[in-house]
């Protein structure tokens, strides 16, 4: 039996995907992550994909320690990691400050998915540590420090990260605008591509592009801010189109930036602008705006669609980009089931002209999710007997 105060927590926490787009951190921001302009995204769920994090505070540890995918990292070594523990510190009562805590994490998606994990990550790293610590600090203001986008997998549904205005950063935080259950046919596939380029990180690529493109002052005057005002009608409204229509621009204006960025910036591969010219013909031979696509910091593209339409898209994407079943990973497989039972209009089925077939590494599938969750003892990262990590994957 424990003899010493220890406390411990478990959680699990999504990937959020933004279609107005962060990219830039104001002067002086570098340090507390504050961006150019206000963001808005859409919170995965937890399943099938998530970053999971057990921190134990115990008066018989020695150091602070973080084990991540399986290894041992240097906590040191992590300036922004280094950063949240002592704003977690100054924040919480001196009997909890004044302990070292074990943080173990991982997260269940394959290395190959190419998914960014910053987000899910450090917003799991935030949840875990303010419930262990009992800290006052805003979940997502402590998310925000370990890495910007994480802030808004702190809640679920529609989430926007306000830039603020205060130096401090302390007005700088994401907010849920609308719920999972407001727009539940509100659909994320994400084509996971094949042949990863070696990427410039979204932390160097958004500070060489705030320096250098000659879009950035525009974008972050005016581009923004009107997009911000029309997506949200969209949202309140659930004007898929409008919200198609508004998310595809944004993510042709990243990439846009990212070419004009010195020295330039091209995260897609051939593969990448083969899915936007399918997209685009798609919506073009249905005569509607069925599906919008958005990529980040690299060549993988999130689709955006609803759920009755999802079995054809995915039908769709699995006729120009064949993926076994078991590369696709669905939160809801009947969606994969019934796009077996589709058969694409004549109209739809030589959209990429004589492109060649070839599958993705991944094909995943995700409804609008709910946010981070505690998860029981029984899923910790560590053996709370003993303290000892638990490094397989689970
Ligand atoms: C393209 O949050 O990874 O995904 O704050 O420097 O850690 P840092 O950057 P990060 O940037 C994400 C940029 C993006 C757009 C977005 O998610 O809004």
Redesign the pocket.
């Known amino acids: 039996m424990a003899t010493s105060p220890r406390y411990h927590v478990t959680v699990a926490a999504p990937i959020?995907i933004?279609f107005i787009?962060?990219?830039g951190?104001r002067e002086g921001g570098e340090h507390l992550?504050l961006p150019t302009n206000d963001?808005f995204?859409i919170t995965l769920s937890t399943e099938p994909f998530r970053s999971k994090t057990t921190a134990v505070l115990d008066a018989s540890l020695t150091e602070d320690e973080l084990w991540l995918n399986g290894e041992k990292e240097s906590v040191a070594g992590n300036p922004r990691l280094v950063h949240v523990l002592a704003a977690v510190r100054s924040t919480c009562p001196a009997d909890r400050a004044k302990l070292k805590v074990r943080v173990v994490s991982n997260n269940n998606f394959p290395t190959a998915a190419g998914m960014?994990s910053?987000?899910s990550g450090y917003c799991a790293l935030a949840c875990a540590l303010v419930k262990v610590f009992q800290s006052t600090a805003d979940v997502s203001v402590l998310a925000r420090v370990g890495?910007?986008?994480?802030c808004r997998s702190v809640y679920g549904g529609f989430v926007k990260w306000l830039q603020g205005t205060n130096a401090d950063g302390t007005d700088c935080i994401a907010e849920q605008f609308a719920n999972a259950a407001h727009w539940p046919e509100m659909t994320v596939l994400c084509a996971v591509v094949k042949g990863h380029k070696k990427d410039v990180s979204?932390?160097k690529g958004?500070q060489l592009s705030l320096q250098t493109s000659p879009m950035m002052p525009a974008r972050i005057r005016d581009v923004v801010p009107a997009r911000m005002a029309a997506v949200s009608e969209a949202v309140r409204n659930r004007d898929f189109a409008s919200f198609a229509a508004i998310t595809m621009s944004d993510s042709d204006d990243?990439q846009a930036v990212c070419r004009t960025t010195t020295p330039t910036i091209v995260y897609a591969t051939d593969d990448s602008f083969q899915i936007i010219k399918l997209v685009h013909a798609f919506n073009e031979a249905k005569g509607r705006k069925v599906l919008a696509y958005t990529f980040?910091?690299g060549a993988n593209a999130f689709l955006f669609t609803l759920r009755p339409d999802v079995p054809e898209v995915v039908a769709l994407v699995n006729h120009y980009f064949p993926t076994p079943d078991e590369l696709c990973a669905f939160n809801d497989p009947s969606l994969l089931r019934a796009s077996k039972a589709v058969t694409l209009a004549p109209n739809c089925t030589a959209l990429l002209g004589d492109y060649p077939k070839r599958p993705l590494t991944y094909l995943l599938q995700s409804p609008v999710g709910d946010g981070p969750r505690e998860m029981s003892d029984a899923e910790s990262l560590i053996n709370l007997s003993t303290l000892a990590p638990i490094l397989t994957v689970s």
């Open positions: 959020n933004a787009k962060y990219w951190k992550i963001s995204s960014a910053s987000a890495s910007g986008s994480a979204s932390t958004m990243l980040d910091a």
